[in-house]
């Protein structure tokens, strides 16, 4: 069975950091793309970040960059994302899916994943 499982959200006041982390069973991740997701209450689901297949080209979403750095770790069969400086913007359910393909192109379509993990609440406020 292919699944994903997130962890490591929280609550953290506005400047700090966490890391979220992105665990696959069933199939390994040096054989997709892996993105991130987010789902702020009330929102539409919105990509984050992407990172290929052979981890050499990423992509984030303009309002993170500079901020998250996404990262796999083959070896762990798990996905990462460190967000440092949080905004109280950055509350949201985060999501890992596994893509179809293994680069990143249009990583903000939702249609290109076939696997989602349940979500991890990330909430940012003091």
């Known amino acids: 069975q292919l699944q994903l499982v997130e962890s490591g959200g929280g609550l953290v006041q506005p400047g700090g950091s966490l890391k979220l982390s992105c665990s696959a069973s069933?199939?390994?991740?040096?054989?997709?793309?892996i993105a991130w997701f987010r789902q702020a209450q009330g929102k539409e689901r919105e990509g984050v970040s992407c990172?290929?297949?052979?981890?050499?080209?990423?992509e984030y979403a303009d309002s993170v960059k500079g901020r998250f750095t996404i990262s796999k770790d083959n070896a762990k069969n798990t996905a990462y994302l460190q967000m440092n400086s949080l905004k109280p913007e950055d509350t949201a359910v985060y999501y890992c899916a596994r893509s179809l393909y293994s680069v990143c192109s249009d990583y903000t379509r939702e249609g290109h994943y076939t696997t989602w993990g349940q979500g991890t609440q990330v909430t940012v406020s003091s």
């Open positions: 990172i290929s297949e052979r981890g050499n080209s990423v």
């Open positions: 069933g199939f390994r991740l040096e054989h997709n793309a």
